[in-house]
């Protein structure tokens, strides 16, 4: 687990990054659209849609089964897991609300002149099309990336990868700007972070009597 100072730099950095990516969001958005890669070689795009798998709800349940099977702490971790994603996904659900952004593919959008706008509350609560901000896929993925990350360090860089490539798989799906997948994976990675520090949950996946 990172100490106070590496978690405060880590969100200064994403912060910084979420800028970056607002100011280029729709030149960003149209290159991830049009890159051919994606188009022809089935095998990427196999691999993306893969990643987005298992950071859905389906995705992140069968993980934590798997990790509850095979290893020693079994439930202790897969329960810990299934609570940093619940956790970031109910702060989601209050950010996306409270932005009401329009997706990409929202009916009012034409393609090749995307527009990112935020409507706020009065349309995120009432509509789906308008909840684009942050990408809740994205975000479900790197809270399991970074749960797991702790639990099996050597592996972190497979974990990050699947979740890195489930935001680019909702940006050419047409569902999300670069700065909403940002955002998710900002807030995703926090969030876990922020329950992997909570004492008795700490204690409780870190047990070194095991199960």
Same mark, same amino acid.
């Given at each position: 687990?990172? @100490?106070?100072?590496?978690?405060? $730099?880590?969100?200064?950095?994403?912060?910084?990054?979420?800028?970056?990516?607002?100011?280029?969001?729709?030149?960003?958005?149209?290159?991830?659209?049009?890159?051919?890669?994606?188009?022809?070689?089935?095998?990427?795009?196999?691999? +993306?849609?893969?990643?987005?798998?298992?950071?859905?709800?389906?995705?992140?349940? !069968?993980?934590?089964? $798997?990790?509850?099977? !095979? @290893?020693?702490?079994?439930?202790?971790?897969?329960?810990?897991?299934? +609570?940093?994603?619940?956790?970031?996904? *109910? !702060?989601?659900?209050?950010?996306?609300?409270? /932005?009401?952004?329009?997706? =990409?593919?929202?009916?009012?959008?034409? =393609?090749?002149?995307?527009?990112?706008?935020?409507?706020?509350? &009065?349309?995120?609560?009432?509509?789906? &099309?308008?909840?684009?901000? =942050?990408?809740?896929?994205? +975000? *479900?993925?790197?809270? &399991?990336?970074?749960?797991?990350?702790?639990?099996?360090?050597?592996? /972190?860089?497979?974990?990050?990868?699947?979740?890195?490539?489930?935001? $680019?798989?909702?940006?050419?799906?047409?569902?999300?700007?670069? &700065?909403?997948?940002?955002?998710?994976?900002?807030?995703?990675?926090?969030?876990? +972070?922020?329950?992997?520090?909570?004492?008795?949950?700490?204690?409780?996946?870190? @047990? =070194?009597?095991?199960?």
């Amino acid at each position: 687990m990172p @100490d106070r100072r590496t978690v405060l $730099i880590r969100a200064a950095v994403g912060l910084v990054l979420l800028a970056v990516a607002f100011a280029v969001d729709r030149q960003a958005f149209q290159f991830f659209r049009t890159v051919t890669l994606y188009d022809h070689w089935g095998e990427m795009r196999e691999g +993306l849609t893969a990643a987005k798998f298992l950071a859905s709800g389906l995705g992140t349940l !069968l993980v934590g089964l $798997i990790v509850a099977h !095979l @290893d020693p702490k079994g439930w202790r971790r897969a329960g810990t897991l299934w +609570l940093a994603v619940l956790v970031a996904a *109910s !702060l989601n659900s209050g950010v996306k609300v409270l /932005a009401g952004r329009e997706r =990409p593919s929202y009916r009012e959008q034409v =393609p090749g002149h995307e527009r990112t706008v935020f409507r706020g509350p &009065s349309m995120g609560l009432h509509h789906a &099309s308008c909840q684009s901000f =942050p990408s809740g896929h994205t +975000l *479900s993925g790197f809270a &399991s990336a970074t749960v797991l990350a702790a639990f099996y360090p050597p592996a /972190a860089p497979v974990f990050y990868a699947a979740a890195v490539g489930t935001g $680019i798989n909702r940006v050419v799906k047409h569902q999300h700007f670069l &700065s909403d997948v940002v955002a998710g994976a900002l807030l995703g990675h926090l969030a876990a +972070l922020w329950v992997l520090g909570w004492r008795r949950v700490r204690s409780w996946w870190e @047990d =070194p009597r095991g199960p």
